[in-house]
């Protein structure tokens, strides 16, 4: 099948979504926490989370018009710090159902029956479901003109795992605490570790050659 852009114009719009959607491949998942300054906490799945670097260690995210998702980026707007939670197999369902346009006043936490927890030191919401999460702090809003969304830049200040999941270089093995990946906007799959290879180098001759 071959596919031209004159073709996805006259595609139905959820046709096309899911598509366009898929074409991108596997993803990470995760749900993003966030409090207003009432006190009101939000929770929201995201799948465009991406490492932007190290040192410092930053992460960003896409969050779609404000028409459409504003609760998310306005808290973080307000509060300057949002979370970060894997999915895991167990809470697949209740982290897709947070996707729902809840009025501002339900916190997703309650809706969808994920627990809301707090570490000593950090102002935003974390999911106690989640095995793997983080603390991020706002560093930048970046408006993109081309749909009217935005990327948010976030630097993680803590981070919350099982200590039987990270090798003795820093590698975490997401896999082991069951973290998953998603396809299109409702398409959720396991992950599986094949193997870590070295670092590359240009002298390396064969590459195919069997280990």
Do not use: W
């Amino acid at each position: 099948m071959k596919i031209s852009s004159n073709d996805l114009s006259k595609f139905d719009r959820f046709y096309r979504a899911n598509l366009i959607n898929s074409l991108s491949g596997f993803k990470s998942v995760s749900l993003i926490g966030t409090i207003n300054r009432s006190n009101q906490s939000n929770l929201a799945i995201f799948s465009n989370i991406v490492h932007l670097g190290a040192d410092p260690a930053l992460v960003g995210f896409v969050n779609r018009p404000l028409a459409a998702a504003s609760h998310t980026i306005a808290n973080i707007q307000s509060t300057g710090f949002f979370t970060i939670n894997h999915l895991n197999t167990e809470i697949i369902a209740a982290s897709h159902q947070t996707s729902a346009k809840y009025p501002k006043e339900v916190s997703e936490f309650d809706a969808c029956k994920l627990t809301l927890e707090y570490s000593e030191l950090f102002p935003a919401p974390y999911v106690k479901e989640s095995r793997i999460k983080y603390g991020c702090k706002l560093k930048e809003i970046m408006p993109i003109t081309l749909n009217n969304t935005f990327f948010v830049i976030g630097e993680i200040e803590e981070i919350h795992f099982d200590d039987n999941i990270i090798a003795a270089d820093g590698f975490l093995r997401i896999d082991l605490a069951d973290s998953i990946c998603s396809l299109g906007i409702d398409g959720y799959y396991k992950t599986e570790f094949i193997k870590r290879l070295p670092y590359a180098k240009v002298e390396v001759k064969n590459i195919n050659a069997p280990k």
